[in-house]
């Protein structure tokens, strides 16, 4: 197995408003962005909320926010979504194909920073036939 134990992740999507992300905001225990819509995405990846606690989860999360962000007035949630992450046993992305080549996989935990190369490479990877030496650290053989 090269897998730990999964990990959640809470996504929340707010109501479109007016620009004050001009980037992405990475904190110790919260990430957003604001789309081209005004529409905010804030990651949180601690713990996921129980029934019990959500409304002090989403508390936690509105603050961590109004503390990283200048001008941010409280969320107002439009969409928040749970899901479980898979986190490679050495906290390395895993990408690449395994040995029968039919299959490829690209795991990570740091996707939000990653996405861009990753899905370049990967692109040239499958599409182009042509193999990355930047991704070669970064194999699945190295688990087998």
Do not use: C
């Not at 819509?37 to 989403?58: F, Y």
């Not at 040995?99 to 996405?115: D, E, P, Q, T």
Request: net charge positive; hydrophobic share 40%.
């Amino acid at each position: 197995n090269f897998l730990k134990k999964p990990r959640p992740g809470v996504i929340i999507k707010t109501k479109p408003r007016k620009k004050i992300i001009n980037s992405v905001v990475y904190g110790p225990k919260i990430h957003a962005h604001q789309q081209t819509n005004g529409q905010i995405v804030i990651g949180e990846q601690i713990t996921a909320p129980t029934k019990k606690n959500s409304k002090d989860h989403l508390k936690r999360i509105n603050n961590h926010f109004k503390n990283m962000v200048r001008d941010a007035s409280d969320l107002d949630p439009s969409e928040i979504l749970i899901g479980w992450r898979p986190i490679p046993k050495d906290d390395l992305p895993i990408i690449g194909r395994f040995k029968n080549k039919s299959i490829y996989i690209a795991v990570m935990h740091s996707g939000i920073s990653l996405a861009a190369i990753v899905g370049n490479l990967v692109s040239q990877e499958i599409v182009d036939e042509v193999e990355s030496l930047l991704l070669n650290d970064f194999r699945p053989s190295r688990f087998f």
